[in-house]
């Protein structure tokens, strides 16, 4: 790697924000790298099947989808590199970025690090996800057509989950570990008019009971300590999610959650800095909204670079 030469732009993260960043600014003529920790999808990458997405009628693996994301944008010229970024100086005309091989140095960077759901940490959790445990109703929700479920939590995501399941499920049983919900009132109303929803209250999910798939969950009452084994053929755990931003270091405004503020646009606190996918403030957090980012980044970047050429020329009096 030379240290010395500068990329039009750096994308932080090889998800389909990520990888889309990188496809669109290889196309527009710019010298473009992916940096990404583990492989390319993120979390995508651990989803077994995506039905939701356009232009695969039968659906398609978050491997595989993943895969061809990062070997069209390869194949108009954008390069990969599996490194972990450590240190980033973001506020100069030249990004600087520490990674686990070497520093890079760009003239845009785009951070598309997304955000991890936050796991219960019960024995065999990693390894039953696609098969009984899930993050995500809106991506995973199909697969439980007229099934029972469990879905964890009581914030607003927990309970917008419950809302979208119980069309689809035969019964969502709504775990929490409070005695009230901490979502908001528009959605206790809903949950009140939805027969085919329950709630057990006061417990917490202690351990998950499986075959080869999940076939139940242990539940401990918080007040009593009783428990007892509800059976369920699936459980949407939703607690919350942490943005991957702890090595920005405070350079970018984050929300008090810590996702990067951006709008719309992409733009952060930090000119020639983009935000796409998850790891920024938006409403929908879907792998068509990252690509959505993606594009609109490297269009933002495109006027960045116009205008910083702009006025590195000099003045020529008429």
């Not at 099947?49 to 061809?68: R, W």
């Not at 954008?78 to 003239?107: H, P, W």
């Not at 099934?147 to 775990?175: C, F, H, P, T």
């Not at 929300?255 to 646009?265: F, L, P, Q, T």
């Amino acid at each position: 790697m030379n240290e010395n030469h500068v990329y039009d732009m750096i994308i932080v993260g090889g998800g389909p924000g990520g990888y889309t960043s990188a496809l669109y600014a290889a196309r527009a003529g710019f010298d473009t790298i992916v940096l990404e920790k583990l492989s390319a999808g993120g979390q995508m990458s651990l989803t077994w099947q995506i039905d939701n997405y356009p232009g695969f009628e039968n659906g398609i693996d978050g491997f595989s989808l993943a895969e061809k994301m990062q070997k069209q944008a390869e194949k108009f010229g954008a390069k990969s590199e599996y490194a972990e970024v450590f240190n980033m100086n973001l506020t100069g005309k030249l990004k600087r970025v520490e990674t686990s091989s070497g520093i890079y140095i760009g003239k845009t960077v785009v951070i598309a690090t997304g955000a991890n759901p936050r796991e219960l940490g019960l024995a065999k959790e990693k390894e039953l996800i696609g098969h009984g445990v899930a993050y995500c109703a809106s991506c995973d929700g199909m697969f439980y057509k007229d099934k029972i479920v469990v879905v964890v939590g009581g914030g607003n995501s927990a309970v917008s989950d419950a809302v979208l399941l119980s069309r689809i499920a035969k019964k969502v049983i709504i775990v929490h570990r409070r005695d009230t919900l901490r979502a908001t009132k528009i959605y206790h109303d809903q949950l009140l008019k939805t027969e085919n929803i329950e709630f057990r209250w006061n417990n917490t999910v202690n351990e998950l009971i499986y075959g080869e798939r999940l076939t139940g969950v242990r539940l401990k009452d918080t007040v009593t300590g009783e428990e007892n084994i509800i059976e369920c053929d699936g459980l949407f755990v939703s607690i919350g999610r942490k943005p991957t931003t702890d090595f920005l270091d405070n350079q970018i405004e984050l929300d008090n959650k810590g996702y990067i503020v951006a709008g719309e646009n992409t733009e952060t606190s930090i000119p020639g800095v983009y935000a796409v996918g998850d790891v920024r403030t938006k409403l929908l957090r879907q792998i068509v909204t990252a690509v959505a980012d993606g594009a609109m980044a490297v269009h933002m970047a495109e006027k960045y670079m116009d205008l910083t050429v702009a006025m590195s020329k000099p003045y020529l009096p008429c």
